[in-house]
């Protein structure tokens, strides 16, 4: 009987799948824009949804995808005379980004009584609400790497001790390190544990001092207990995540310097971002002086419009509360298909709203374009593992079941020219 229990809440959560995937991306900013979130009609639309096998078989090798990226407009024109004689053609410059689908996944468990119990429509209910949690704490391991470099990396050591106190470098973001979060302190160099240093439980942080202070207890099978051996070597990571970490993140596509996605910057400078402030590195408050500059940085990169700004809400409350102390003056919002809402600017004639998100990066403010990019996925949505036949798995001689929630999926980026970008702002 149990058995049949655990087959009907698997085809019961199986039947789920489409609407979990649906809403999957509904949450997080990044996500629910290029996945073609729809916040009125609760979907996925046609517009703007990850590219996968399915609806592009074409682009796909394996877990690899090959871009074309065509970094300007066609060169040689000129005009000529009646008699005169037309330029020889110039040649553009096409070249190709290569990404590799990245693994990211979420393991829950339930307990034997529950597997018993499941056709009771209390226990039902309990793995639909499992399943969405999972769902959710997959999707904000994506936003997270949306809004990263592609190293995984939260956070860097400056201290050296063996405690259970790390003090993390000025300008950390504490958004990504709250207490309960678990995280790995391992050598940024290789990926080494120091000592004790792996699934690491959070329990306090200080953001004035940069002290996060570590459970000492063992949080799982895998993980350390007791002082975590650690110095300035080392940093806070992802838990199981260095080396693997999704690579089109908004900091990796919008470096000005280095190797993204196959194409070396220094060949093609054309493949990097566009700095809103022209290399000015003082702390100041986004303002409408700034982003002028940068709507003629972004002009001169290629692009004319952007679909949305998005950053720091500490440096948007700073530059909306700006403009609420004018004297009759509203401040006007706009709203993205996905639902989200931000203050709008005036981008040369285009209303440009400034969405925040919790995970960007500290003090750093970016513009978008979403035909800029695209994501990229083995499928519409995450779903569950079932290798084994089934979606509930059972290791050795032990009682509870395990499911692993998954998706593949990258960020591939076509022009990072167009992501115009103001970093060291001031913040609330």
């Not at 087959?7 to 039947?15: H, P």
């Not at 393991?107 to 529950?114: V, Y």
């Not at 994506?142 to 001790?161: F, I, K, Q, Y």
């Not at 190797?259 to 054309?270: A, D, E, V």
């Amino acid at each position: 009987m149990a058995s049949d229990t655990l087959t009907s809440a698997a085809s019961i959560l199986y039947e789920m799948r489409e609407d979990l995937q649906a809403i999957y991306p509904r949450d997080q900013v990044l996500l629910a824009e290029w996945s073609g979130y729809n916040r009125s009609t609760g979907e996925i639309d046609d517009e703007k949804q990850r590219i996968t096998p399915l609806n592009n078989r074409e682009v796909f090798s394996g877990s690899n995808v090959r871009i074309p990226v065509d970094f300007a407009p066609a060169q040689g024109g000129g005009w000529v005379s009646e008699t005169g004689t037309l330029n020889v053609p110039i040649a553009d410059a096409i070249t190709a980004a290569t990404v590799t689908l990245k693994r990211v996944y979420v393991p829950a468990s339930i307990t034997l009584d529950l597997e018993e119990d499941s056709l009771s429509n209390s226990s039902v209910q309990y793995l639909a609400r499992k399943m969405e949690k999972t769902a959710g704490a997959l999707a904000q391991l994506v936003d997270e790497g949306m809004n990263m470099g592609g190293d995984a990396l939260l956070a860097t050591v400056t201290d050296s001790a063996t405690s259970l106190t790390i003090t993390c470098a000025a300008g950390t973001d504490f958004d990504k390190l709250l207490p309960g979060t678990v995280v790995d302190v391992l050598t940024r160099s290789n990926g080494a544990d120091p000592g004790q240093g792996l699934r690491r439980k959070i329990t306090a942080i200080n953001e004035s001092t940069g002290v996060v202070t570590f459970s000492a207890t063992q949080q799982a099978s895998d993980g350390g207990s007791g002082n975590i051996v650690h110095s300035s070597n080392e940093g806070l990571y992802v838990p199981g995540s260095y080396g693997n970490h999704l690579a089109g993140g908004l900091v990796a596509a919008s470096a000005t310097s280095g190797t993204f996605q196959g194409i070396s910057r220094s060949t093609y400078p054309g493949y990097k971002g566009t700095d809103g402030r022209a290399g000015v590195t003082t702390t100041t408050p986004l303002s409408d002086p700034m982003m002028d500059a940068g709507v003629q940085a972004g002009n001169r990169a290629g692009s004319f419009r952007w679909d949305f700004g998005y950053g720091d809400p500490n440096a948007i409350n700073v530059y909306k509360n700006s403009k609420a102390t004018l004297v009759r003056y509203n401040v006007p919002t706009g709203t993205l298909k996905s639902g989200f809402q931000g203050v709008e600017y005036d981008a040369a004639g285009f209303p440009l709203p400034i969405v925040p998100g919790r995970k960007a990066p500290v003090g750093t403010i970016y513009w978008l374009r979403k035909d800029a990019a695209d994501l990229y996925g083995r499928r519409k949505g995450p779903d569950f593992d079932d290798h084994t036949g089934s979606m509930f798995m059972r290791f050795s001689r032990s009682l509870p079941f395990e499911f692993w929630m998954i998706d593949r999926l990258e960020w591939g980026w076509k022009n990072p020219a167009s992501i115009v970008f103001f970093t060291n702002l001031s913040t609330s």
